[in-house]
């Protein structure tokens, strides 16, 4: 994910906002029906007023970065190939964590302690990921980039979000899947996140690296003062 944007982007081409929208939904509708199987049944997921709030902040955040419209093409000067594996795993592992751990709920697998509080500290931490990561996004704009890349005529982004953390949209997607796998209160999908967690803070080194190839000392400055994942300079 390019965290470095440019003076002058070219003018991307954008999915339309209704089919956007439409494909939103859609995937809401998978992550409802994984959640129903998960607890045992449709009735069951009625019933379950965490899924259903996990659910509601989905699906706001999905018609959200919809509406947004994030870039299908951009005027990219280097792509570093990534492992398909790792991209597989990073879009598997947010889809499945919630379903796992709800299921880990209902047959009463490695319950954690904290009780209610802590299922419903999971979802206000699902929510409060997903927004940091679509604020992410939407600070970037149309040069937000889902890939390793540098576009051309890059500027590096240093302000909002960005001033003392390097990787906010990284940050925050961890922090949904983490708060995702606290929601049910199982242990279950814990190792998934922390898998998840590594696999990010190795490709966010890998972006830092590239960052650093065409910044040189201005990043290596920025990056003293500010932290990877959390705002503590030099983490």
Do not use: C, K, N
Request: positive net charge; aromatic residues 8%.
């Amino acid at each position: 994910m390019s965290r470095a944007v440019t003076s002058t982007p070219p003018s991307p081409r954008r999915p339309a906002p209704a089919v956007a929208v439409l494909l939103a939904l859609v995937v809401s509708g998978v992550d409802a029906a994984l959640l129903a199987w998960a607890l045992g049944g449709l009735g069951a997921l009625l019933a379950h007023h965490r899924a259903l709030a996990l659910l509601a902040l989905w699906a706001v955040g999905g018609i959200t970065l919809a509406l947004l419209r994030p870039v299908r093409g951009q005027d990219t000067v280097a792509v570093e190939r990534e492992s398909p594996l790792v991209l597989l795993l990073l879009f598997l592992i947010p889809l499945a964590t919630p379903p796992l751990s709800a299921l880990g709920e209902r047959v009463a697998l490695w319950i954690l302690p904290g009780g209610a509080a802590l299922r419903w500290a999971g979802v206000a931490l699902s929510g409060a990921g997903l927004a940091l990561r679509i604020a992410a996004m939407a600070q970037l704009g149309s040069r937000f980039s889902p890939r390793v890349a540098m576009q051309r005529e890059h500027a590096l982004e240093t302000g909002g979000l960005y001033a003392r953390v390097r990787h906010p949209g990284y940050a925050g997607a961890w922090l949904a899947t983490f708060g995702g796998a606290l929601a049910f209160g199982s242990a279950l999908t814990l190792p998934l996140v922390v898998v998840m967690g590594a696999m990010l803070w190795a490709r966010a080194g890998r972006e830092e690296a590239m960052l650093e190839r065409h910044f040189g000392e201005a990043y290596r400055a920025y990056r003293a003062q500010s932290g990877r994942f959390v705002p503590w300079p030099g983490a």
